[in-house]
């Protein structure tokens, strides 16, 4: 499925249930990064959890056909849902993400990051399509987006902004 961008931020908070894989792509690799952190805190508190959150470089997906199947269908040792990230993801990856979305072993939610993907990204078009997967777009904000994220920040630390200060 593809996310709309007005949908970006509460997609983030609260995935789908169902969801077995996102891509978070695009050229703010700030707001990528911090869009793939989010989704991932929806199923596991601590990032630093070993036993439920394990690190895939592209490398390693190209030396080991079956590491990503074996890592989603594993169990954490102290329980819960695991997270399976996956950072600097290219059009390489597409055909071991069509397998892995095909089958879609064990609960894991794997979080694929990439940067800036074309429309006819293969990687992409795969995340778009897919029942099990998700394609959430990063751009910088501006316009509109860019005044409710002032507004949203200083709000959360009880500060407010005059019109002229906010415009400069």
Do not use: Q
């Amino acid at each position: 499925m593809k996310i709309a961008p007005r949908d970006a931020e509460s997609f983030a908070h609260a995935p789908p249930a169902g969801l077995r894989a996102v891509l978070v792509h695009g050229p703010d690799t700030g707001l990528v990064r911090e869009r793939a952190d989010r989704i991932a805190r929806s199923v596991v508190d601590d990032l630093d959890d070993p036993f439920r959150l394990a690190e895939l470089t592209p490398a390693a997906l190209k030396d080991d056909p079956a590491l990503l199947n074996d890592e989603a269908a594993a169990i954490a040792l102290t329980g819960g849902r695991r997270v399976i990230r996956l950072r600097e993801a290219g059009d390489a990856l597409a055909e071991r993400f069509a397998a892995f979305l095909d089958v879609a072993p064990g609960d894991a939610l794997v979080v694929v990051e990439a940067g800036a993907l074309p429309a006819r990204s293969k990687l992409r078009k795969l995340f778009e399509g897919a029942k099990l997967g998700a394609a959430l777009a990063c751009y910088a904000d501006e316009g509109a987006a860019l005044d409710r994220l002032i507004e949203t920040t200083l709000a959360g630390l009880g500060l407010a902004i005059e019109r002229d200060a906010r415009a400069a």
